[in-house]
């Protein structure tokens, strides 16, 4: 399957212009049921342990919730682990979509699932870019026109279960500095912190997605996601492409259009890959 000559085009202006586009009904329903499923085998996997665990680049985090117990607030490179992911992220219209704007050499820094499950507390991201969690940072060139960040809707993704918010326009302002300290996931995405950065919180816009559309967004591009209020779940599967011409980290994806095998897993975020390649339990945050 591929795109539609009208999806092919018409997100590509907005991305421009705004810093994030959404690419509508990507995927079907009985493929997001796919994708579903393997967010539940994942899931079951992260919270039978007792801590948060790492084995290479795989990363089960998981947190005490004081209203659900332990939770899984995401997995980092599930791939490694599960086919049907992996196939996912290699599909031909997740290569239509960024092909345009990155070219057909493309690897990948950024696999993870994510859940917002309703009830949980401890589930909100503070606004931020993703160029700051770009290191070092000179691995990384030219990071305004080089990745791109997507997102698979797996459940209805609304403002009521704590859609993404973002801010357009926000690529064009540079790398800003937040006025929080701490990590990004234990931060309410607060009005005053843009208001701190001389922006207008009304501008904001809530990602309004379906299951198996798609949005995309620059890594300048300010976004965070607030609490989930519904009684369903809000589960998106996140995956950051990069023009391989301008990154020395990550995972081939596409050498000439061509979907890539993971092998031997490559350095992208865990410092220690390959010192310490054991399964390790990582104490809570």
Not at 126 to 131: M, S
Not at 168 to 196: C, I, N, W, Y
Not at 242 to 270: K, M, T, Y
Request: hydrophobic share 35%; net charge negative.
């Amino acid at each position: 399957m591929s795109l539609s000559p009208r999806l092919k085009h018409s997100y590509l202006d907005h991305y421009e212009e705004f810093g994030y586009a959404i690419v509508k009904a990507v995927f079907g329903p009985a493929e997001v049921r796919d994708i579903s499923g393997a967010f539940d085998r994942l899931y079951a996997r992260a919270i039978s342990h007792p801590k948060s665990l790492r084995h290479q680049n795989v990363f089960f985090q998981t947190a005490p919730d004081p209203n659900l117990g332990r939770v899984a607030r995401f997995v980092q490179w599930p791939s490694y682990i599960d086919t049907v992911l992996n196939q996912f992220r290699l599909d031909r219209r997740m290569l239509e979509i960024v092909e345009p704007l990155l070219g057909t050499n493309i690897k990948q820094i950024i696999n993870q699932l994510h859940w917002k499950p309703p009830g949980a507390e401890r589930v909100e991201f503070g606004f931020h870019q993703d160029i700051h969690f770009r290191r070092p940072r000179q691995a990384y060139r030219n990071p305004h026109s080089s990745y791109v960040q997507t997102a698979i809707a797996v459940d209805s993704h609304r403002e009521e279960n704590g859609a993404i918010r973002i801010y357009p326009e926000s690529h064009k302002l540079g790398e800003l500095t937040f006025p929080f300290s701490g990590r990004v996931m234990e931060h309410a995405p607060q009005d005053e912190d843009l208001r701190a950065l001389g922006l207008d919180p009304t501008n904001l816009v809530d990602l309004d997605l379906d299951p198996g559309d798609i949005a995309i967004w620059n890594l300048y591009t300010i976004h965070g996601s607030g609490p989930n209020t519904s009684q369903s779940d809000r589960r998106v599967y996140i995956n950051g492409y990069v023009r391989a011409n301008d990154c020395d980290r990550g995972e081939w994806a596409f050498r000439n259009r061509e979907p890539c095998s993971l092998g031997q897993p490559a350095l992208i975020h865990f410092e220690d890959l390959f010192s310490r390649p054991d399964p390790h339990y990582v104490e809570d945050q």
